[in-house]
């Protein structure tokens, strides 16, 4: 158990409540464990009558009829105090898989970009859910059951030793069995529980890429091939299950059998000492009560060990996450307020996922207010440039200077306020399209929204639809074209206000006409603010106060378009065949 003991200060957080659950426990059972007693009190009654000790009959009807009444109060009563002990415990779970929920998707949300590129996002799903719900079943039912058994074991060996020590020991005689059979089970199970929650995050991830690719499945028309390897996955994951279900179907089987066993004994041996005298008739049922009183909590035993076992590999699961120590940590609480200066020197970036050198000795700068334009072919590293501004990745050699300091100096939150990033991915939530918008300013007013919209050209297509602004978008966007997206993205960075504009080749999806509109409506909004442009095209950053052209990492060229033009190389044989395109 010592993936486990990490949720041990959720049992400290809530020790108060676990603790009144023990003491309601140990009431529900003190009055559970009176029957035994008043049924051999009734045994006893029955038996002097017969045997002709207690003559007077009306006596001996209101002696068993007031006892009766006596072990169904107990059983109400016992009935009560469970139900609070079940109140304490198994909330008590709840809350605490509340708790760990949220510290899971706290910690992966300070996780960087580098960690979701090397893992699946079913596999973090699958980990945030159903491991979880198997370490609550740890804190609640396995607790309250271990709890309940270890109560009446205890309550229930002291009133059979007070009775008989000999016939207590023969009950207990199969108990050795017992446990060595569940150690031996335990070791199985907790094996064979971690390769099934492996193969239901695989599953997971399956499931999750295929609905989100589904377009493309259907577009290439390979449903089929997808449901094989679902299939086949499914398969292998039965069959993980069944593996562990068999392991867990022996331990039933087993308490059931050294339970009779131990009944048999207890009647055995019992009626042997009542032959002889030593006991009464009334001693054997009460043993045999509580041998059967104790069936359940024994035949618990395996369930609660199976439990427990899985909790501790879906734990063990959730502390691989759990102990990655985030790359990009925020250096200071003191705010930090930029202006919008920016200076890389010397800087080079290598992705540790690919080995890929993005960046080779990259030196800029660009000053507050001006705006910063960025052109060069796939994969030369203009999109990484856009990235280290936001620090969403560390640089592997050299400073990037944020207002004259190191940007891992800089509050982390302070500087992700302060930039507006269009990526060049445009990401829509499953949500309406004024909250997507609202997205960059959660407190901004449906005005303001409607104005971001405009700026962004994307307005009067949104006034089009059906519920204009309260239309719902779908999964990552999905009913919208790759232009509106782009534009709605943009309204979302423009109503946040921030000191740094960052637009990373966000007009690629839309018509050379829209881009004008849209460009010329950001040459406004930027004014006094630092703007980083990436593009393909010459037309949307030829009005930029510096141009950076890049080529495998490396800056291959720098300056004003004019100054550009007037340089043989990339910048102007680019102008030259877009401006061809643009004729024909």
Same mark, same amino acid.
């Given at each position: ?160 030793? +007070? ?33 099934? +929650? ?27 091939? /997808? ?7 499914? $398969?292998?994951?039965?069959?993980? $299950? ?20 131990? $009944? ?122 856009? $990235? ?8 592997? /050699? ?13 509050n982390l939150n302070d500087l992700r306020q302060q930039i507006g990033f269009v990526p ?119 009005? /930029? ?40």
């Open positions: 158990m010592k993936a486990l003991q990490y949720l041990n200060k959720y049992l400290f957080k809530y020790k108060y409540r676990l603790l009144i659950g023990l003491v309601m426990s140990i009431c529900a059972k003190a009055f559970t464990l009176e029957v035994p007693r008043l049924i051999r009190k009734m045994v006893d009654i029955a038996e002097n009558y017969h045997q002709g000790i207690s003559t007077d009959l009306l006596l001996v009807k209101r002696e068993l009829g007031f006892t009766l009444l006596l072990i169904i109060g107990a059983a109400l009563v016992s009935g009560l105090f469970t139900f609070l002990m079940r109140e304490m415990i198994i909330v008590t779970s709840r809350l605490i898989e509340f708790d760990l929920k949220n510290e899971i998707y706290t910690h992966y949300q300070r996780l960087s970009l580098n960690f979701y590129k090397k893992n699946r996002t079913g596999d973090l799903m699958n980990r945030i859910s159903e491991d979880v719900s198997k370490v609550r079943m740890y804190f609640g039912p396995a607790i309250m059951y271990t709890m309940n058994t270890v109560v009446l074991f205890t309550v229930a060996m002291v009133k059979m030793y +007070q009775i008989d020590v000999t016939l207590t020991h023969y009950t207990l005689l199969p108990l050795p069995v017992l446990s060595v059979s569940i150690y031996l089970l335990s070791r199985t199970i907790n094996k064979r529980s971690s390769l099934v +929650q492996q193969y239901l995050s695989r599953l997971t991830t399956n499931a999750q890429e295929t609905f989100s690719g589904i377009r493309i499945l259907k577009s290439y028309g390979v449903e089929n091939k /997808a449901l094989g390897e679902f299939s086949k996955l499914v $398969n292998t994951t039965r069959e993980k $299950n069944l593996h562990l279900f068999q392991a867990q179907a022996l331990f039933f089987p087993l308490m059931i059998l050294l339970i009779g066993i131990s $009944n048999t004994l207890v009647i055995y041996m019992g009626g042997l000492r009542y032959i002889e005298g030593t006991i009464s008739l009334g001693v054997i049922a009460e043993f045999v009560m509580y041998v059967n009183m104790l069936t359940w909590p024994v035949a618990v035993v395996g369930w609660v060990t199976s439990t427990v076992q899985q909790a501790e590999a879906s734990q063990q699961r959730i502390n691989e996450f759990l102990n990655v120590v985030p790359e990009i940590e925020n250096p200071l609480n003191q705010v930090s307020v930029l202006r919008g200066n920016i200076e890389f020197k010397k800087v080079s970036f290598t992705y540790d996922d690919t080995n890929i050198t993005a960046l080779k000795d990259i030196s800029f700068s660009v000053k507050e207010g001006e705006t910063l334009a960025i052109l060069g072919n796939t994969g030369a590293g203009k999109s990484t440039i856009a $990235n280290l501004i936001a620090r969403l990745y560390e640089v592997s /050699a050299g400073t990037i200077l944020m207002d004259q300091t190191d940007i891992k100096q800089v060049q991915e445009a990401f829509l939530f499953s949500d309406t399209i004024r909250n997507n918008i609202r997205f960059g300013l959660v407190n901004a007013n449906d005005k303001a929204v409607e104005q971001a919209a405009k700026e962004a050209y994307i307005h009067h297509n949104i006034i089009d639809f059906s519920h204009g602004y309260d239309t719902y978008v779908g999964e990552r966007g999905v009913t919208l074209s790759g232009g509106q997206k782009q534009r709605l993205s943009i309204a979302r960075a423009i109503i946040k206000d921030p000191h740094i504009l960052i637009f990373d080749d966000c007009l690629s999806a839309v018509d050379t006409e829209t881009e004008e509109i849209i460009l010329k409506n950001l040459y406004n909004i930027s004014r006094g603010k630092t703007t980083v442009i990436i593009s393909h095209r010459v037309s949307s950053v030829k009005h /930029a106060d510096k141009i950076l052209v890049l080529e495998k990492g490396r800056v291959i060229q720098e300056g004003t378009h004019e100054e550009l033009l007037k340089t043989t190389g990339y910048y102007k044989a680019l102008f030259e065949q877009q401006l061809l395109e643009k004729d024909l």
